[in-house]
């Protein structure tokens, strides 16, 4: 079973850029599709990113697309989410979560994914 714990958050003035990191314990790293979450404050739960189990694709949600990058390093086992311009809404507390998939494609949804971390606060100071 696999755990998630997330890293990097943290202040940071709007147009600025931070880099989250995700790392997961699974021996099978290899096998899972990788995704980013956010939630903010009074807001649900949002899809902000996610990358297939070799790297090789990805989505963004249209609000983050252009401005953060999803990747995935699967020989130390960590993913990251890199977060360029950021806006004072992106101010949210972000998630990594994971999914074992036999198939190269983008989990997407939520409720597709087996395992969480527990967030990393990110604010946007404007």
């Known amino acids: 079973q696999a755990q998630l714990v997330e890293s990097g958050g943290g202040l940071v003035q709007a147009g600025g850029s931070l880099r989250l990191s995700c790392a997961n314990s699974a021996r099978t790293f290899n096998l899972y599709a990788m995704g980013w979450f956010r939630q903010g404050p009074g807001k649900e739960r949002e899809f902000v990113a996610g990358?297939?189990?070799?790297?090789?694709?990805?989505a963004y949600a249209d609000s983050v697309k252009g401005r953060f990058t999803i990747s995935k390093d699967n020989t130390n086992s960590t993913t990251y989410l890199q977060m360029n311009n950021v806006k004072s809404e992106d101010s949210a507390v972000y998630y990594c979560?994971?999914?074992?998939?036999?198939?190269?494609?983008?989990?997407?949804?939520?409720?597709?994914?087996?395992?969480w971390g527990r967030g990393t606060q990110v604010t946007v100071l404007s």
């Open positions: 979560a994971g999914d074992i998939r036999y198939n190269d494609a983008v989990v997407v949804g939520g409720d597709e994914y087996d395992y």
């Open positions: 990358i297939s189990r070799s790297g090789g694709n990805t």
